[in-house]
């Protein structure tokens, strides 16, 4: 292609790894993103959906006038890291690979995402030989159940199809389903006694929660599902018979009745249990992300392929169990593919990625907006 550099991409990863931009401190990423998209002619628009996440910075989201033809796609990534994301430093090797200097993560989750948009969208604007209308969205707060997607004013958004850039595994992978998550909280609160002088006394809440726990499947349910209790707390000593204990964990399934279904199972058990020992309990549950899939025949996916056989690379689609601002995004209509950047042992300190991987996605990006 000769117009997408890989010194030129290798800087522009190398200064978003420079920038703090941990979950809901996304000001500076912002501020920069900004000024980075202006000087190729692009205006990022700054959302207040801050107000609702918390965040100290809103999405940004701009709109390309193409030259018609083809429906307008969005290309999308967030700009939120997981921790520990504060003084990141890109090491790169000779082969192009790049992590972080092992003490944080690398932020290659989303920043190798935003830095191959960025680059699509500098050599499509460079190269002048016309292109679709496009959209671009970046979001705040995905590594906390999309908040910052959620929070977004989808009126605005013309596009009925997007593009994720926000997937673990080798490039030419893209994930066309996902799992609803559903998380929830059981507080049980029996009565304190005193555990040698008078236990009978007391309501164990430990007991019950955890006698609720053994009757439970976890684990890996069936092929699409899962369920864990990741967290339990509670008791105020050990002389002393436990009035309160709290279970937290989460369901994930990529059929959303099945998640509820199963949710309610939990929740029913929690409160026979708790009744049958005479203890209360308290249940909270929350819809983190909802379950979509996106047909292997739709346009989207036909697309996608056709442009990564142009830029030379062999089309992959899976289903994952993580989820993404897609998630969201199929509930309002929008269809797509989550696409991966070169992001790979994500969440960790051993977290990597490839610049000439970044380069090359950016080049499938490029196909995709010139299918006019």
């Known amino acids: 292609m000769g117009v997408i550099r890989v010194e030129d991409v290798k800087r522009t990863f190398g200064n978003l790894v420079g920038i703090d931009s941990p979950s809901l401190k996304e000001k500076q990423m912002a501020e920069y993103m900004k000024r980075m998209f202006r000087q190729i002619g692009i205006e990022l628009w700054e959302d207040d959906s801050g107000r609702v996440t918390k965040s100290n910075a809103g999405n940004l989201y701009g709109f390309v006038r193409g030259s018609g033809g083809e429906a307008p796609v969005l290309l999308s990534a967030h700009m939120d890291t997981v921790m520990p994301g504060y003084g990141k430093k890109a090491v790169f090797e000779e082969d192009g690979t790049v992590r972080s200097d092992g003490t944080t993560v690398l932020g290659a989750d989303d920043l190798a995402g935003i830095t191959a948009i960025y680059h699509a969208v500098k050599a499509v604007r ?10 671009l969205l970046f979001t705040t707060g995905e590594e906390l159940y999309c908040k910052g997607a959620k929070a977004f004013d989808y009126g605005k958004l013309k596009s009925r199809r ?7 595994g080798r490039i030419g992978e893209a994930a066309y389903a996902a799992p ?10 029996g009565r304190a006694a005193h555990a040698g002088f008078c236990p009978e006394n007391g309501i164990n809440a430990l007991r019950a929660a955890a006698e609720a726990v053994t009757r439970l499947p976890q684990g890996r349910i069936d092929e699409i599902t899962t369920a864990n209790i990741g967290r339990i707390s509670g008791g105020e000593g050990v002389n002393i018979v436990a009035s309160a204990c709290v279970v937290e964990g989460e369901i994930r399934s990529l059929e959303h009745r099945k998640a509820l279904a199963l949710l309610k ?20 549950e929350n819809i983190d992300i909802e379950a979509y899939e996106t047909s292997l025949e739709s346009d989207t996916v036909l697309e996608y392929r056709k442009a990564a056989e142009m830029a030379g690379i062999k089309a992959g689609f899976s289903k994952t169990f993580g989820g993404s601002d897609n998630n969201v995004f199929a509930q309002h209509g929008i269809e797509g593919l989550v696409v ?3 992001m790979n042992e994500v969440h960790s300190c051993g977290e990597y990625g490839n610049i000439f991987e970044m380069t090359s996605v950016a080049e499938i990006l490029v196909h995709l907006l010139e299918q006019v």
């Open 126 to 135: 460079e190269r002048g030989s016309g292109h679709r209308d496009f959209e």
């Open 162 to 168: 997007a593009y994720v850039l926000d997937l673990s």
């Open 180 to 189: 609803t998550i559903l998380s929830f909280s059981a507080k049980l609160t």
């Open 265 to 284: 199972r939990y929740r029913e058990t929690f409160a026979r249990t708790a009744g049958a020992f005479g203890a209360g309990l308290d249940w909270e």
């Open 340 to 342: 991966a950047p070169s």
